[in-house]
């Protein structure tokens, strides 16, 4: 426990120093010809939007990890990355609707991609409003399990849907299968920066919450071992 906890405050120093080179980044980095100051925006949105889905693919992975082998260590992970994912996917909407108001005009659209990263939000909510519900922790976990993996159908369809349906949704921002990529050139590497900081971040918090966890779990077994010795 305690190299976890020195391995996560010097992930915390790495994370910041990451977060503050790519903002110096994005604020350094030139207008678009075409979005204009805008584009900055997009330097939250994607990071933000790629660490939602992989979180919740993460959620996909711990609880099938979890029904396999009935891990408390999975039950932990993805009890602690759920709020994670979610804060992740309200960055994601919010940074989209700041972008979106001056460059369609609108604060919201039901476009597919918007409409599916909601779907996702929703999910975030529900896996851990499910979680917190069931007072029983085995059937909490067995039903949180099984509603991640029946939720992971979400994830392909939100990567896909730019390319199977008609949408507002710009392509790509950096992708090989893209012939225009929303974002190339000098405004690109603010992008990658801050991507890579998303992804420390996420693993910190993640990191964190599972510590939290651990602790609440730890003290709640002694608190009935010792209820049940006085009882």
């Known amino acids: 426990m305690q190299r976890l906890i020195a391995f996560n405050r ?21 207008m678009d010809y075409q979005q204009g100051n805008s584009v900055r925006i997009l330097y939250i949105h994607v990071p933000s939007a790629k660490m939602a889905l992989f979180v919740y693919l993460a959620l996909t992975v711990f609880s099938v990890w979890f029904l396999w082998k009935k891990s408390e260590t999975a039950d932990i992970l993805t009890e602690a990355a759920a709020p994670v994912g979610a804060a992740f996917a309200m960055v994601t909407l ?25 779907v996702l939000l929703i999910l975030y ?3 851990i409003a499910l979680r917190n519900g069931i007072d029983d ?26 390319v199977w349906w008609r949408t507002l949704h710009q392509p790509p921002s950096f992708s090989k299968a893209s012939a225009s990529p929303a974002i190339s050139g000098p ?27 651990r602790a609440r779990r730890t003290l709640d077994t002694i608190e009935a071992e010792r209820t049940f010795t006085h009882a």
Request: proline letters at 6%.
């Open 10 to 30: 010097w992930l915390g120093w790495l994370t910041l120093g990451l977060l503050a080179a790519a903002l110096w980044l994005v604020f350094d980095a030139p």
């Open 187 to 213: 405004l690109l590497p603010p992008l990658i920066w801050m991507s890579i900081a998303f992804t420390f971040l996420g693993a910190y918090l993640i990191i964190l919450k599972t510590r939290e966890i």
């Open 125 to 127: 909510v529900g896996i």
């Open 94 to 118: 919010a940074s989209g609707s700041l972008w979106g108001k001056p460059m369609w005009g609108t604060w919201w659209a039901w476009d597919a991609r918007l409409t599916s990263m909601l």
């Open 137 to 162: 922790p085995i059937k909490g976990a067995r039903a949180t399990a099984v509603l991640c993996i029946l939720g992971a159908v979400d994830l392909p369809i939100i990567h896909f849907s730019v």
